[in-house]
């Protein structure tokens, strides 16, 4: 009888030893810490509005990140469905990717993200198209208000309009200011300026000066016209836009 009682109190407390074995178990799981978070991606070059795939690991990987987790510059789209997290941006630029939950934060992700080529030409030539559309708005808008004025005023249309001849070419400084219109012409233009005592600069290739030397136009002189600089000429050719002001391309030399 003494040993059946003994064997029922050692089963109690094995049963009982094994239950708080269980609780403690269960209270560890429930407990878990993030070790570490990783952000990784195999495209770190991308185009505006184009969509790209972050890899996100978390140790352990029983821990589940919200969304509110990721943090970027600029404020792209960032979209996380619990396994990716997907980056959209709409303007160009670069961007800093990190996550962070429970004080524990991860490595810093940088995305460039670059114009699409085609679009950016095409928005350059949309601007180039309106500043040149611009000088010629603004001279209707001024010849219209001529119009209105009334007939005591003996200004014409003739005072917003550009001329040169082989008498009257136009100076370096009237290329400059009016240069879009000039650019427009389909007609050679006449100019008066002076060259330089050294013909080619090393940084602007030919260029002719005016009187003080305060604004220059380039020149192109694919037939080579011009024999010696340090004097004054007139060229005729028709004028382009360059990144840096004007040129002329030369026909002609006098």
């Not at 209270?27 to 185009?47: P, V």
């Not at 350059?124 to 010849?143: I, N, R, V």
Request: charged share 35%; aromatic share 6%; proline share 4%.
């Amino acid at each position: 009888m003494a040993d059946l009682k003994s064997g029922y109190k050692e089963d109690t407390h094995m049963k009982k030893f094994a239950s708080i074995l269980m609780v403690l178990a269960l209270c560890g799981c429930g407990s878990q810490e993030i070790e570490s978070i990783r952000l990784s991606c195999d495209q770190k070059d991308l185009e505006v509005d184009e969509t790209i795939k972050i890899k996100v690991q978390v140790e352990p990987e029983s821990i589940e990140l919200s969304e509110d987790s990721f943090h970027a510059t600029k404020d792209p789209d960032l979209d996380w469905d619990g396994e990716v997290l997907r980056f959209t941006a709409d303007e160009a630029g670069d961007y800093q990717i990190t996550a962070s939950q429970d004080g524990v934060s991860s490595n810093t992700l940088i995305l460039s993200v670059k114009e699409d080529p085609k679009a950016s030409k095409e928005k350059e030539e949309a601007d180039d198209e309106k500043t040149s559309k611009e000088p010629e708005e603004q001279k209707t808008e001024e010849e219209s208000e001529v119009q209105n004025q009334p007939s005591s005023s003996e200004e014409t249309e003739e005072e917003y309009t550009v001329s040169w001849s082989q008498s009257d070419p136009l100076q370096v400084d009237e290329v400059w200011e009016y240069g879009n219109l000039l650019v427009n012409t389909d007609q050679d233009v006449w100019i008066r300026g002076q060259l330089p005592q050294t013909i080619r600069d090393e940084e602007e290739g030919m260029i002719l000066w005016n009187e003080d030397q305060s604004m220059m136009v380039q020149i192109e002189d694919p037939d080579h016209l011009i024999q010696q600089g340090n004097q004054s000429v007139t060229l005729v050719g028709p004028i382009s836009k360059t990144d840096s002001g004007y040129k002329i391309t030369v026909k002609r030399v006098y």
